[in-house]
């Protein structure tokens, strides 16, 4: 079924059964749209082992669909900029379908993506890893060289005084255990703790230690 073109474009080197095209956003779009109390339209994607006459199980990382984003290179659509795809990531059994997401882009110069990020079954964030979380729901990897890796937290104002950092808690209500936070006006770092109400965040906070810009520390002070 074509829209838009008298024939079917090649994208991946595959022509597909449905094709939109167009050269603008109306033309090119598709729309779904639901009316309801508390669900909105779905885009379902399903995948079985077998055949249509007799599906079987889907095993451990087999593919369940995938949305993949390719521009044209001055010849083709041969190559896909970026994918998100979703992965049996366990062992299924009878309404049992344990899942993960996986996200790839492709570096300049690579004509194919590589994972940057997966969210596994249990929850668990890796960035730049695909296995081995050391019981953290979140891990941070990059290759050897460079300049190592980094989280940057940002705080995006020129207001003196503000801050931004790391709060550390180990309760479910909004209280700052802990944190470590950097302050606009004298570049300080600043260790916190011992906040047990008020509500989260550093301003009701106990400052206990902080290393200056020019690097004093001061414990109990902040001027030292």
Same mark, same amino acid.
């Given at each position: 079924?074509? %829209? ?18 167009? /050269?603008?956003?109306?033309?090119? =779009? ?38 993949? #984003? ?34 790839? *882009?492709?570096?300049?110069?690579? =004509? ?26 979140? /891990? %941070?990897?990059?290759?050897?060289? =460079? ?6 937290? *940002?705080?995006? *104002? ?43 965040? #550093?301003?009701?906070? *106990? /400052? ?6 020019? =690097?004093? #520390? ?7």
């Amino acid at each position: 079924f074509i %829209v838009g073109a008298a024939s079917a474009e090649s994208v991946g080197s595959t022509q597909f059964r449905f094709n939109v095209s167009g /050269e603008s956003f109306q033309d090119s =779009g598709t729309l779904q749209v639901r009316y309801g109390a508390s669900s909105g339209p779905a885009a379902i994607f399903a995948n079985a082992r077998g055949s249509t006459a007799s599906p079987a199980t889907v095993q451990d990382s087999d593919e369940l669909g995938k949305i993949r #984003f390719y521009g044209h290179d001055g010849t083709d659509f041969a190559n896909h900029a970026a994918a998100i795809q979703a992965e049996v990531d366990g062992t299924p059994g009878s309404d049992d379908m344990p899942g993960r997401l996986v996200f790839k *882009t492709t570096s300049s110069g690579a =004509g194919t993506p590589t994972e940057r990020l997966r969210i596994d079954s249990s929850g668990n964030f890796g960035l730049g890893t695909t296995s081995n979380y050391d019981d953290s729901p979140l /891990e %941070v990897r990059k290759t050897a060289g =460079g300049d190592g890796v980094a989280i940057r937290v *940002t705080n995006n *104002t020129t207001t003196d005084g503000s801050q931004s950092g790391i709060i550390f808690t180990t309760t479910t209500s909004d209280f700052t255990s802990a944190a470590i936070a950097h302050k606009r006006n004298d570049n300080a770092l600043i260790f916190y703790n011992g906040q047990s109400s008020g509500g989260g965040g #550093f301003a009701n906070a *106990t /400052e206990r230690m902080r290393i200056t810009s020019d =690097g004093k #520390f001061g414990f109990g002070t902040s001027s030292p």
